[in-house]
């Protein structure tokens, strides 16, 4: 049985801390940024954990 591939578009979206937790970049912030408020915008910087409820997911995709 051939080894299983990693999903190239989820190993470039996420990626795992110390701890095991996995960490993402927040979304709504890459395009039509005029409209959108500096606070917004500064608040949607940096990164943010995944979702418990969508753990098992990422890391199904992230499968090597």
């Known amino acids: 049985m051939p080894k299983m591939k990693t999903n190239s578009s989820a190993k470039k979206r996420f990626h795992f801390t110390g701890t095991g937790k996995i960490k993402r ?15 917004r915008k500064r608040n949607l910087t940096g990164t943010t954990l ?9 890391k199904a995709m992230l499968v090597k």
């Open 25 to 39: 970049k927040q979304a709504f912030k890459n395009h039509i940024l005029t409209k959108k408020s500096k606070k």
């Open 50 to 58: 995944v979702d418990e409820t969508q753990v098992h997911r990422i």
